[in-house]
């Protein structure tokens, strides 16, 4: 196995086009175990990290570029990261240890592909697109659109997610994340729910969108939740339209961690106290 | 295959070492630099006994590539005491008994250091939610987290 650390984007697409079984090295708490546990044995690894701005977070058209290899223990301490996007943070901030989190990056929870991924949710929920590197140049894509399944990306050969984009956040807007599991720490998600909005003078619903996650093969946008909820104040009627159609969509597996049923009401649960939580933030409240 | 020259610094000291690129940071240090304070539990990152600090970072040594470390700033165990002067982290532990069969130590100790340097006053339940990466399956974790609160007591009492 070879070890490359370049300097530039285009060096890093060169080599990962150039070579059969070469993998993206950025924060590594996934790869290295694979590697050690040989579920894959890459002929090279190109490590990122040493390429300008993969490891920044910086202010890109009223919203926030973060670097593929920024980890979230830093983006927790990026004070205009938290105040725009306190659910983005708090979910990447839910991934594994503190050690995990010294390493652990947006970029690799969304490229390993699990339906379970924290930070996948609250990133479609806040509309984050990537930008990718490639052999054809940098193309954009939304983060929805990058898992295609289990383990499965959109990338192609060549390609690597080299940014993440957070949109501006306009006025009383604000976004949450929850998830279950059945410990207090270190477990992956059973249900992980999103919810970005935004409010009027009147506390009434202008914008909203809502994810889920763990409940189908890849992470979903619900439609019909985001509607059950804009146009209304969040009272106890629209939590439970909102709940109901989280609980409606989603399509989870039976597991020895969680029922059919019991993740589907689960769904809607976290839906609704998510969105207590984000029109909270939204208002100026801490939550 | 030709081994790569890595040089970096370890507890100070500028360090140099070879390694094979799919060797981790924990192998490097303890196999090939001797640095065997540093223990290896599941090599999964899940039970941090190989917690390390990297440019002041705490990160687990086996989800780190050797070759990584060029250029970084590592804190490990040995680094930890002055000379015969324990930290007071590890006096404490000594004196509450915060440790049995040892495995564990290391790791918590230099996780515990990294808690305290940016939180001289954390909460038992700031202590638990930091030390959940470092799994101890002998002391039921009571006296890990009192001699931690402890030391900070006594580290904000000194200074």
Known sequence: MRYEAPRRLEDAVSLLAGQDGAHVLAGGTDLLVKLRSEMIEPEMIVDIKRIEGMREIAAEDGGWRIGAAVSGAEMGEHAGLVADWPGVVEAAGLIGSTQIQGRATLAGNLCNASPAADSVPAMVAAGARVRIAGPNGMRDMDVIDVPQGPGKTALERGEFIAFVWLPARGEHSSDAYLRFIPRTEMDIAVVGCGISLSLDDGDRVTAARVSLGAVGPKVMLVEEAAEAITRRVLDEAALSDLAAACSAAATPIDDKRGTIDFRKHVAGVLARRAAVIAAKRAKGETA | ?159
């Open chain 2, 1 to 159: 295959m030709s081994q790569l020259h890595v040089t970096t610094k370890i507890n100070g000291d500028e360090t140099e070492f070879l390694c094979e690129a799919e060797d981790t940071l924990l192998d490097v240090l303890r196999d090939r630099l001797g640095l065997t304070g540093t223990k290896e539990g599941c090599g999964t990152g899940d039970c941090g006994a190989c917690s390390v600090a990297v440019d002041g970072r705490l990160v687990c040594s086996c989800l780190m590539l050797g070759a990584e470390a060029e250029g970084r700033d590592i804190a490990t165990i040995e680094g930890m005491a002055t000379g015969d002067q324990l930290h007071p982290l590890q006096q404490k532990f000594i004196e509450m008994a915060a440790l049995q069969c040892g495995i564990c130590t290391p790791g918590i100790l230099v996780a515990a250091q990294s808690l305290l340097e940016r939180n001289p006053d954390p909460s038992e339940e700031e202590v638990r939610y930091w030390l959940a990466g470092n799994l101890c399956r002998c002391t039921g974790y009571d006296k890990i987290i009192r001699a931690v609160m402890e030391t900070a007591a006594d580290m904000r009492r000194a200074s």
